[in-house]
């Protein structure tokens, strides 16, 4: 799958990685040839690894406060579920995010939560071949690339 079907699937949650929009993507997804289930799954482990940077990551969530008022930190858990809710917003926010770390900011919010996002190769899989697709790269169980390291995002291995 290239990165331009990749990120025209994502186009299809519509800014939002709601449960509704994920199944509606899973489903688009798990009418294609498996083989562009495992690429999407491959570019959107590989998009998130890319947000996988310190400076995202130590990031406060924006709509909460710790005791005397202090900034909430980011758990781990929180910290996947905002790189979700940074790719399903599209091509053009991902992008962004690199060049000014306060555009990440808004993702970390509570109300941006992109877990739905991560269970979509795995749900696209199993709708198109009726087996479990735990296994697959860039699943809930796996959200690290395989493949193309080194690649920017949006870009073709020759």
Known sequence: ???ADFW????TLNGEATEESCQHLAEELSRRPVSDILGFAERHAEALYRLDQEEFGTLPVVDLTARLGSPFPQSSDGFLYAR???VAAG???WESVFFDVDKFAPYTSSERDGEWLLYVPDKAYELATGKEGTALPGTASRATPTGTVGQPCGTESS
Do not use: F, G, K
């Open 1 to 3: 799958m290239t990165w």
């Open 8 to 11: 025209a699937l994502i186009a």
């Open 84 to 86: 979700c809710a940074v």
């Open 91 to 93: 091509q053009a926010v």
